[in-house]
Nanobody
Framework: QLQLVESGGGLVQPGGSLRLSCAAS????????IGWFRQAPGKEREGVSC?????NYADSVKGRFTISRDNAKNTVYLQMNSLKPEDTGIYYC????????????????WGQGTQVTVSS
């Protein structure tokens, strides 16, 4: 069964860092576009970053977040630095069969989400 499992969320102070992991099983994530999304309280889900041959970031996280993958571990990471309160939300990873990363391609598989809270 294809599955994505996020981990690494938690509570951090503004300016802190977290590293999120998206572990894939049942398929090889290398052949998919992997996206990170987040949903803040009371807001709709938004794209954060995605990776395939290229990498994209939302303007709000550029320079602070870094997406990467470890193919041997079949895992995609999101390193989040200089966190701000507005980064708070549930973070999801998702997989798409598209050959390029975009918020507008169809993401077929989704993880359960991991909570990130940035607060003093």
């Amino acid at each position: 069964q294809l599955q994505l499992v996020e981990s690494g969320g938690g509570l951090v102070q503004p300016g802190g860092s977290l590293r999120l992991s998206c572990a894939a099983s049942g398929f090889t994530s290398y052949y998919y576009t992997i996206g990170w999304f987040r949903q803040a309280p009371g807001k709709e889900r938004e794209g954060v970053s995605c990776i395939k041959s290229s990498i994209n970031y939302a303007d709000s996280v550029k320079g602070r977040f870094t997406i990467s993958r470890d193919n041997a571990k079949n895992t995609v990471y999101l390193q989040m630095n200089s966190l701000k309160p507005e980064d708070t939300g549930i973070y999801y990873c998702a997989a798409s069969a598209a050959n390029y990363c975009s918020a507008y391609v169809k993401y077929d598989y989704w993880g359960q989400g991991t909570q990130v809270t940035v607060s003093s």
